[in-house]
């Protein structure tokens, strides 16, 4: 282990990896500046430039894209109004506060130091965490695979809690395209319709770009705003210096937030927008200050920026280790990591050692060029929120169409790209979350590949199913989904029975 550490911190230290770490966070902070680009989208975006890169450049390019997305939502958040992404719903509360009694990059300067401190615990966590839970992955077999996708499904509910109905059927679609090609293990087609591409199944990226950039681009173009926010408000934004004390102003509020952030983030499905409230809410429960919060109060930024940026590393954990994504940003990476040919769990941290390590120093290295740029440029980034649509739209969409030609050099990847980025958009209009279906397609083979190998060593379906019940990791995986299927309903539960309460007073 010692071993493979040095060599992971060797190849995080190479000037190559130490430009992409720098590159990937100035990226996710422009990406996450943007209202309505999500992380998501940055990565699917990104995915396809990572090709001719090896799995640490390509991982760290990617991560530190989602590092950097972390704390660029909160820009528009506090020089605009605008959440850049929900996770940053509740730095608006105070940010944009802050912004309109002219202490705007006073509230920069504490969203990235905040954003800082929370991302670097998610990472200790991470590599103090993930190893041993991969360890305890080779005790895994066919069943257990398939009860552990199983699970991974059951986030589907969890992300879908607003509309349970619509996540299942987002869900059920992606789980029906993930069938398509031919069996691995038996051997035969499976609605293809005679088209030789379908073969193979669709490939991962175009359908990912698709669903995430490409409907983005559509809700862009349908709307009737000239640009993505009102250019006026960024008039308010001063300036302001930057003190070394800056740096641990609220310690006690840094690491409460951030251990609320990573252990949300390791619990699949609740997403940055309840460890921000939730940060927001302890950091004026314990704050001395209380009577300030919601008038502009810097403490109320640092909050819910620390809970938020802290689920970068915890999302990281169950995905990294077991393989399973707690959220949209994780489905999507964990794409990315298995087209560089690097599958979750005990091997990526022994055989592939080297590799998953400098990932995790590739974090640190990307964490402190997130707090350089931040202090430095952060309130910049806002005036990309001044160009048209109809350029943004237009300079993504090459971005997309480039990256989904360079997958195969195929135009059939660009039209599955445009099918899919319709698909995205009327699933988006109609009020389906896209998530349940990237998760469907991603985890639904995975889970038919082990119940098919479960068939086969048990001879037969029910002895296999059978053999569930009988295994201890089965078991506690079966209770797990149950509770992740069962927590929705309760919250939703609480949330009326709490709602009719107020109506009654």
Not at 474 to 481: D, S, T
Request: proline content about 5%; charged content about 10%.
């Amino acid at each position: 282990m010692l071993e493979n550490i040095g060599m992971g911190l060797a190849l995080a230290l190479s000037p190559l990896n130490i430009v992409i770490a720098c590159v990937g966070v100035f990226l996710g902070i422009l990406f996450g500046a943007l209202p309505g680009f999500t992380a998501t989208m940055a990565i699917a975006v990104l995915i396809p430039v990572t090709y001719g890169m090896d799995p640490t450049q390509a991982l760290t390019l990617l991560i530190a894209v989602y590092v950097g997305c972390m704390y660029g939502d909160a820009i528009p958040a506090i020089l605009l109004h605008t959440p850049g992404t929900p996770g940053a719903a509740a730095t608006v509360i105070d940010g944009f506060e802050m912004t309109k009694k002219g202490r705007a990059h006073e509230a920069m300067i504490e969203a990235v130091v905040s954003s800082f401190w929370g991302a670097m615990f998610g990472v200790m966590i991470l590599f103090l965490v993930a190893p041993p839970l991969a360890r305890f992955s080779v005790r895994f077999g066919p069943l257990e695979t398939f009860m552990l996708a199983i699970f991974g499904l059951t986030v589907i509910a969890s992300l879908g809690s607003k509309n349970m109905i619509k996540a299942l059927i987002s869900g059920v679609l992606g789980l029906l395209i993930g069938t398509v090609g031919m069996d691995r293990l038996v051997g035969f087609e499976r609605y293809t319709f005679g088209v030789i591409y379908f073969q193979t199944g669709f490939q991962l990226v175009p359908v990912l770009i698709g669903l995430f950039s490409i409907s983005q681009i559509f809700v862009m173009v349908s709307s009737t705003k000239t640009t993505i926010v009102e250019s006026s408000l960024l008039n308010s934004v001063k300036g302001g210096a930057f003190r070394l004390r800056d740096l641990v102003r609220y310690p006690r509020t840094y690491l409460r937030s951030s251990i609320i952030g990573t252990i949300i983030g390791i619990i699949p499905g609740p997403g940055g927008n309840i460890a921000s409230f939730i940060g927001y809410n302890e950091a004026r429960r314990a704050s001395k200050d209380q009577a300030e919060f919601g008038k502009g109060c810097r403490e109320g930024v640092a909050g819910p920026e620390a809970a938020n940026s802290a689920i970068t590393g915890g999302a990281l954990v169950p995905m990294l280790s077991l393989g399973i994504p707690s959220n949209s940003v994780t489905a999507v990476l964990l794409g990315g990591l298995m087209i560089h040919g690097l599958i979750p769990g005990n091997e990526l941290f022994t055989t592939r050692g080297n590799i998953i390590y400098g990932i995790f120093f590739g974090i640190v290295i990307a964490n402190f060029f997130k707090l350089f740029i931040g202090l430095t440029f952060a309130k910049y980034f806002a005036i990309v929120a001044k160009a048209p649509t109809n350029v943004l739209s237009v300079v993504i969409t090459m971005m997309c169409v480039l990256g989904a030609f360079a997958i195969a050099n195929s135009m059939i990847d660009i039209f599955v790209m445009l099918a899919f980025g319709v698909i995205g958009y009327l699933m988006r209009r109609y009020g389906f979350d896209v998530a349940p279906m990237v998760l469907g397609m991603i985890l639904g083979p995975i889970g038919e590949a082990g119940l098919m190998r479960g068939v086969q060593i048990y001879r037969g379906l029910e002895p296999a199913l059978l053999m569930i019940f009988q295994k201890p990791i089965c078991l506690i995986l079966l209770g797990l989904a149950i509770i992740s299927l069962t927590m929705p309903l309760w919250r939703a539960r609480q949330e009326r029975k709490k709602a009719a309460a107020q109506q009654n007073q």
